[in-house]
């Protein structure tokens, strides 16, 4: 497996401009996770879905941050409009994990970092 | 909600001598210890982990510990390298609507010097 792919990697956009993050998790992983890495902040995480399903999303910012899970394959976190404090790393991460399974390790992506100007 | 705190922020050594980091957590319900290390420009990786019903876990150079009573655990890395230089984030699994949240600690940057 090529692991938890992530795209873009590099994104720099202007403040108001909508942008959209996407993540492909492990196949065979039926949790996803995306963190948000700043220096002041270190690693929050934003939301978790689990078998596709949004399980917490107490971490996402505001209403500018949005996510979903269509498939089982792919994840997008979009935020609109953008905002020069939204300037992080974000990460996707996956693992295989629930109700009743021991908590797995946790893969992350090589993240996405976003520079908001 | 569970509170991960991670001591030093910062931490210098000469290479050879040992680094231990230590964190706690609140949420006695806690019940996966895991860490990860992250290389400048990379993704945080696994390192070590261990599960509330183990008090000590060894793996070569590294080793982890954990005191339930107390909530605290710690990273122990003996004979350092300078390949050991990274940031490292302490985390902990607690039960959430039956599912597992993990919340990490804020990080300890590790400067191995030759």
């Known amino acids: 497996d090529a692991g938890v792919i992530q795209s873009p990697r590099h994104e720099v956009t202007e403040m108001g401009q909508e942008v959209t993050l996407r993540c492909k998790p492990i196949s065979g992983h039926n949790s996803l996770f995306w963190y948000r890495q700043t220096m002041m902040r270190g690693l929050e995480l934003l939301i978790y879905f689990n078998n596709n399903v949004p399980i917490d999303d107490s971490g996402m910012p505001e209403d500018r941050f949005s996510a979903k899970m269509p498939n089982a394959s792919f994840s997008t976190l979009k935020i609109q409009p953008s905002e020069p404090r939204d300037s992080a790393v974000y990460f996707c991460a996956s693992s295989f994990s629930g109700r009743g399974v021991r908590t797995g390790e946790l893969f992350f992506g090589e993240g996405s970092r976003l520079t908001v100007l | 909600g569970e509170n991960v705190e991670q001591h030093p922020s910062t931490l210098s050594v000469q290479e050879g001598d040992s680094a231990v980091i230590k964190c706690t957590y609140s949420?006695?319900?806690?019940?996966?210890f895991p860490w990860y290390k992250q290389e400048l420009g990379k993704r945080p990786q696994l390192i070590i982990d261990?599960?509330?019903?183990?008090g000590e876990k060894k793996d070569q150079r590294i080793a982890v510990t954990l005191n339930k009573t107390a909530k605290h655990f710690s990273l122990h890395i003996t004979e350092t390298q300078p390949e050991d230089s990274a940031v490292y984030f302490c985390?902990?699994?607690?039960?959430?609507?039956?599912?597992?949240?993990?919340?990490f600690g804020a990080g300890t940057r590790l400067a191995v010097h030759p």
């Open positions: 261990i599960r509330s019903n183990v």
């Open positions: 949420d006695s319900a806690s019940n996966y």
């Open positions: 985390a902990a699994s607690r039960p959430f609507g039956g599912y597992n949240k993990l919340i």
